[in-house]
C-alpha cells in the first residue's frame, strides 16, 4: 500500500475515528468528573444520542447532496420552521375537518412534504433559469422564507397536540425510536442514490466540473433543480418527526439550523467546492458533533463551552485536511 | 442608432442598477407616506442603519479580496460585552483601546488562517462564528452586561449624543465610509485588494504577497465590526449575549445588494453603503405604510435576487442562464 493510498483511507476513516476518540475521551473522563451515576457509554444513552441526531442529521444528508453538486443550501432552517406550521396547522384546516385524529396524519404530513419540496424547488428553479450563485440565492431565501413564518401566524407559536401523533413518533423498534429509524433508513437510501445510480453519479460530476457535465449531456439545470427538491423534501421530513411530537413551534425555530448542518457535512469531509464528498461520513460528523454536546454535558463543561470546542475543532479539521492535500501535490505556492 | 442608443441605457440602467432601484423606492415611498422624506425619519433611519453600515464597510473589503466573513454579528456580540464589562471595570478610556485589541486580534486570527493557511474563508468564519460565540458566552459567564452607573459617565456620548443636529453613529459611519472609501480607491493598497480578488495567481505573479493582503483585510473588517460594537455598546448602555446574531447575513445581502460579486474583484464602499441604506428605508418604509416588520424579509429576498440577476444578465448579455 503506497502512501496515497494510506492516506486517502485515513481521510476516509478520519471522521470514524475522531468519534471513537470522543468515546473514550468521554467515557474515562466521566467516571472521573461526572456527578451521575450511569455510565457515558450506556446503550440508552447512545440510541438517545441517535434520536437528538435526527433533525439537524436528515438535513445534512440533503446538504451533503447539495454540496457535492458545488451549491449550498442556507435557507434550510427558514423551510424547517415554515413545514412545522404548515403541518400542525394543517390538521385545524376546514377540509379536513371530517377527519379522525387518526385519518388526518397522512394529510398533514403530505401538506407539510409539499411544502418543503415546493420551496425547495423555487430556489431551484431560480439558480437553474437565473445563473445566480446558489449561496446568493439561498441567503435570500433564507430573509425571505422567515418572512413567510412570520406572515402565517405573526409573532404566535403555533400549537397542536395529536396524540395519535406523538405515539406513533415515540413508537419505539428495537429500542430505536421513529427519528433515529428514519435518519437511519434515510441515510441508507440517499447513500444508496449516490452511489448505485445514475443520478448519484451525474450529481458527482456536475459538482467536479460543471463545464464538462454539460459538455457531456448532463443536463445541469434540472438536474441541480431536483436536488434543492431532495433537500426541501428531507428537511420537510426532518421537520415532521421533531413537530409531531412536540406539537408546537415558534416562528425563530431552526435559525442556525443551517450552519449546524454544514457543519456537520464538512465535517464528514465533503468539498465546499463539490465533487467528492460522502453521505455515510456526514452521518458520522452528525453524530460527532451530538456526541461532543452530550460528553461535554457529561463531564459537566458548561453548556457554553460546546460552541467554542466545534467551532475550533471545525477549523482544525479544516488545516489537517490541508495539510494532507497540500503534501505531493506541488502546487503553487503562493 | 435608436436601437444600440436603447441598448447602452440598458446597459447604464443594469450597471447602475442598484441606484435607479434606491431612487424608485424612495420616490415610491415619498409618494405613498408624506412623513417618510421628513428630515428627523431620514435621520433616524441612517442613524438605525449606522451599526449595519460600519460592519458592512469593513466586510466589503474581505469580500473584493475574494473571502467571506460570517463571523462578524458574533464577534460584535463579542466586542459590545467586552466594552461593557471592562468599561466598570477599568473605566472607558481604558476600556475601548482594550477592546479594539481583542476584537482585532480575533480579525487577525481569521486573517493568518485564510491568508497564510489558505484555509477556505466560508468554512474558517463558520467555525468562528460558533467559536466566539461560545467565547462571549464564557467571558460573560451567560449573564446580561450593564453598566451599573449609567450617569455618571461619558461613554453614552458616542451612542446617544449629537452634534449640531446629527446623531454622533451618523458622523462614525459617514468619517469611516469616507475614509475607507479613499483607502479602497485611492491608495496602492487598495488595487491590491481589487487584484487578489479579481485573479489571485496573477496578483501572486506580479509580486502582491496576497497573504498579507488578505490579513489587512480581516484587520480592516475586525476593526469595523469593533466600531459597531462599540456603538452598540453605547447606545443601549447594557446588553444580552446574542446582541449581533444574525447580522452577518445581514451585512453580506447588504454588500451583495450594494453589487459586489461573492467571487472577488468588484465593489465598491460607496454601493455598499447605498446597499445598507436600501434594506433600511425598505424597513422604514414598509413600516410606514402600515406593514409589518416581517413582510421587509420577504421584500429583501426579492431585491437581492433581482438585483443580483440583473447584474448578471447585463455581463453575459441575455437574461436567462444559459445552462440546459
Redesign the interface.
Same mark, same amino acid.
Given at each position: 500500500m503506497n502512501t496515497s493510498n494510506r492516506a486517502k483511507l485515513i481521510k476516509r476513516g478520519a471522521i470514524w475515528g475522531f468519534i471513537v476518540l470522543e468515546l473514550i475521551f468521554f467515557s474515562v473522563a466521566g467516571s472521573f468528573l461526572s456527578l451521575s451515576e450511569t455510565r457515558f457509554m450506556d446503550l440508552d444513552n447512545m440510541l438517545l444520542l441517535l434520536k437528538q441526531s435526527a433533525p439537524i442529521g436528515i438535513i445534512a444528508l440533503g446538504m451533503t447532496v447539495i454540496m457535492i453538486n458545488g451549491n449550498i443550501d442556507l435557507s434550510v432552517g427558514a423551510v424547517f420552521a415554515l413545514c412545522a406550521i404548515v403541518m400542525l396547522d394543517s390538521q385545524t384546516w376546514p377540509i379536513f375537518a371530517g377527519l379522525s385524529e387518526t385519518a388526518i396524519i397522512p394529510f398533514a404530513w403530505g401538506a407539510a412534504l409539499l411544502t418543503g419540496m415546493a420551496l425547495g424547488a423555487i430556489n431551484g428553479l431560480i439558480v437553474w433559469k437565473t445563473g445566480v450563485d446558489a449561496f446568493i440565492v439561498t441567503l435570500g431565501a433564507m430573509l425571505g422564507y422567515r418572512g413567510l413564518v412570520f406572515m402565517y401566524n405573526g409573532e404566535q407559536p403555533t400549537f397542536l397536540l395529536n396524540w395519535t401523533l406523538v405515539d406513533m413518533i415515540e413508537t419505539s423498534v428495537f429500542g430505536l425510536e421513529v427519528p433515529a429509524l428514519v435518519l437511519l433508513g434515510m441515510t441508507f437510501l440517499i447513500w444508496f442514490m449516490m452511489t448505485r445510480t445514475v443520478h448519484g453519479r451525474n450529481a458527482y460530476a456536475v459538482g467536479d466540473n460543471r463545464e464538462a457535465a454539460v459538455n457531456a449531456g448532463i443536463r445541469v439545470g434540472p438536474h441541480m433543480l431536483l436536488n434543492f427538491i431532495l433537500i426541501g423534501f428531507l428537511t420537510a421530513l426532518s421537520s415532521i418527526v421533531f413537530y409531531s411530537a412536540s406539537g408546537s413551534v415558534n416562528p425563530n425555530d431552526g435559525s442556525l439550523y443551517e450552519l449546524w448542518a454544514i457543519t456537520a457535512v464538512v465535517l464528514g469531509g465533503t468539498k465546499l467546492t463539490g465533487g467528492s464528498g460522502s453521505v455515510i461520513n456526514t452521518l458520522g460528523g452528525v453524530i460527532a458533533i451530538q456526541l461532543l454536546r452530550k460528553g461535554l454535558g457529561h463531564i459537566g463543561a458548561d453548556t457554553e463551552t460546546v460552541n467554542l470546542v466545534i467551532g475550533l475543532i471545525l477549523i482544525a479539521v479544516l488545516f489537517l485536511d490541508r495539510q494532507l492535500n497540500i503534501k505531493g501535490k506541488g502546487e503553487l505556492r503562493t | 442608432m435608436a436601437d444600440e442608443r436603447l441598448k447602452a441605457i440598458g446597459a447604464l440602467l443594469a450597471r447602475q442598477g442598484i441606484l435607479v432601484a434606491f431612487v424608485i423606492f424612495m420616490i415610491g415611498f415619498a409618494l405613498l407616506n408624506d412623513r417618510f422624506l421628513a428630515v428627523d425619519n431620514v435621520l433616524g433611519v441612517v442613524r438605525s442603519s449606522a451599526i449595519l453600515g460600519v460592519m458592512a464597510i469593513g466586510v466589503t473589503f474581505v469580500v473584493i479580496s475574494g473571502n467571506l466573513d460570517l463571523s462578524v454579528g458574533s464577534m460584535m456580540s463579542f466586542s459590545t460585552i467586552v466594552v461593557l464589562d471592562l468599561h466598570d471595570k477599568i473605566g472607558p478610556e481604558l476600556a475601548i483601546p482594550a477592546m479594539f485589541l481583542m476584537t482585532m486580534a480575533l480579525g487577525a486570527f481569521i486573517g493568518v !488562517?485564510v491568508g497564510y493557511?489558505?484555509?477556505?474563508s466560508?468554512?474558517?468564519t463558520?467555525?468562528?462564528?460558533?467559536?466566539?460565540?461560545?467565547?462571549t458566552?464564557?467571558y460573560s459567564g451567560?449573564k446580561n452586561m450593564d453598566i451599573a452607573d449609567k450617569e455618571g459617565t461619558w461613554f453614552s456620548v458616542i451612542g446617544q449624543s449629537s452634534i449640531l443636529g446629527i446623531p454622533v453613529p451618523i458622523l462614525v459611519f459617514v468619517g469611516l465610509a469616507a475614509l475607507l472609501a479613499m483607502l479602497l480607491s485611492k491608495t496602492p493598497f487598495g488595487r491590491k485588494v481589487y487584484a487578489v480578488g479579481g485573479n489571485?495567481?496573477a496578483a501572486?505573479f506580479s509580486g502582491i504577497r &496576497?497573504?498579507r493582503v488578505v490579513l489587512a483585510t480581516y484587520l480592516i473588517s475586525s476593526f469595523c465590526v469593533a466600531v459597531a460594537g462599540l456603538l452598540q455598546a453605547s447606545r443601549s448602555m447594557g446588553s444580552q449575549n446574542t446582541v449581533g446574531q444574525?447580522l452577518e447575513?445581514e451585512v453580506? @445581502?447588504a454588500v451583495?445588494l450594494g453589487g459586489a460579486s !461573492?467571487l472577488g474583484g468588484s465593489g465598491t464602499v460607496f454601493k455598499t453603503v447605498i446597499g445598507v441604506l436600501i434594506l433600511g428605508f425598505i424597513q422604514n418604509g414598509l413600516l410606514l405604510v402600515g406593514l409589518?416588520f416581517?413582510?421587509?424579509?420577504?421584500?429583501?429576498? !426579492?431585491i437581492?435576487?433581482l438585483a443580483?440577476?440583473l447584474d448578471? @444578465?447585463a455581463k &453575459?448579455g441575455r437574461l436567462?442562464?444559459?445552462? @440546459?
Open positions: - | !488562517l493557511f489558505k484555509l477556505n466560508l468554512i474558517v463558520l467555525g468562528m462564528l460558533s467559536a466566539i460565540h461560545g467565547l458566552l464564557t451567560g489571485g495567481v501572486t &496576497r497573504p444574525g447575513l453580506l @445581502a451583495i !461573492l409589518e416581517y413582510v421587509q424579509y420577504v421584500v429583501t429576498w !426579492l437581492i435576487i443580483v440577476w448578471i @444578465a &453575459r436567462l442562464s444559459p445552462i @440546459a
